[in-house]
């Protein structure tokens, strides 16, 4: 990746022009002891995962598919909240490299203009009070057309070059990424997740919303609240009541 901007993410780099999911392909690094920072990068997955067993769509030379491997001293239950660190990290990158406003949906899609472009997917390799690993998977539609997009999710999915008409450097941003994501989680790691909870509030879409929120467990409708300092979705159900949520699918339902 030229223009990297780096102390260690990215120093090792394993490369791919075709792949099954570079996050397979991680985790087994990470396992071998990868060092903190090692990142798998293909041009073309044949078999890219998402969040809750979906599968993601990786074209070939049009995207950034990559899991970057970070070994943080920190205990696991702070791990959750580095798929945030990363939402943070990407937002900033895209903004940057390209004149977008990219916003977050909690906890961790990039949307611009209301579809998403970057999903991320985050594994913890842990073993009771210590992190081994931390396995940060992100897919970013970068050059894509809209016809590389099926029909039926042309209204929820989109690239950065469609939305603003132009192609993109991809090593560009895959080097701004990871730029964010070592000054954004190296800040997490020594200050905490209170700075990283005022650049996610800043650019996220959901707080404020109706919302409904699909768990494994249930169906909650309600507004927005905000997030805990855990990174934790509270919301204010219709009853009044307020929940919180660690993990679940949302959708905005406007105002
Ligand atoms: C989501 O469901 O929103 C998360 C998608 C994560 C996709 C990335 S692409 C690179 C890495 N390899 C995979 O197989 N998945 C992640």
């Given at each position: 990746i030229p223009n990297l901007n780096t102390k260690q993410l990215g120093r090792t780099i394993d490369y791919y022009t075709t792949c099954e999911s570079t996050q397979i392909i991680a985790a087994d690094k990470a396992r071998e002891g990868a060092p903190h920072?090692?990142?798998?990068?293909?041009?073309?997955?044949?078999?890219?995962?998402?969040?809750?067993?979906?599968s993601w769509n990786s074209t070939a030379n049009k995207g950034i598919w990559m899991s970057v491997i970070i070994r943080p001293a920190i205990s696991p239950q702070f791990a959750a909240q580095f798929t945030l660190v990363s939402a943070v990290a990407i937002t900033q990158a895209i903004?940057?490299?390209?004149?977008?406003?990219?916003?977050?949906?909690w906890p961790n899609d990039i949307l611009i203009n209301g579809k998403k472009v970057t999903g991320i997917l985050t594994e913890l390799q842990a073993d009771m009070d210590i992190v081994h690993s931390i396995i940060i998977g992100i897919g970013v539609n970068v050059n894509q057309e809209l016809s590389a997009f099926e029909e039926s999710i042309q209204k929820t999915a989109t690239s950065l070059k469609i939305e603003n008409g132009e192609e993109i450097d991809?090593?560009?941003l895959a080097a701004k990424i990871l730029y964010y994501l070592e000054k954004y989680g190296d800040l997490y790691v020594e200050n905490g997740f209170k700075p990283i909870k005022i650049?996610?509030?800043s650019h996220n879409c959901t707080i404020g919303k109706r919302i409904r929120a699909t768990t494994l467990?249930?169906?909650?409708?309600?507004?927005?609240?905000?997030?805990?300092?855990?990174?934790?979705?509270?919301?204010?159900?219709?009853?009044?009541?307020i929940r919180g949520v660690y993990s679940a699918d949302i959708h905005l339902l406007g105002k």
């Open positions: 920072g090692t990142v798998v990068i293909a041009e073309e997955q044949t078999d890219g995962r998402g969040r809750l067993d979906r903004q940057e490299v390209t004149n977008l406003t990219p916003e977050i949906k991809r090593s560009l650049l996610w509030e467990r249930e169906t909650l409708e309600g507004v927005a609240l905000g997030i805990t300092n855990d990174g934790v979705l509270e919301i204010k159900l219709d009853s009044g009541e």
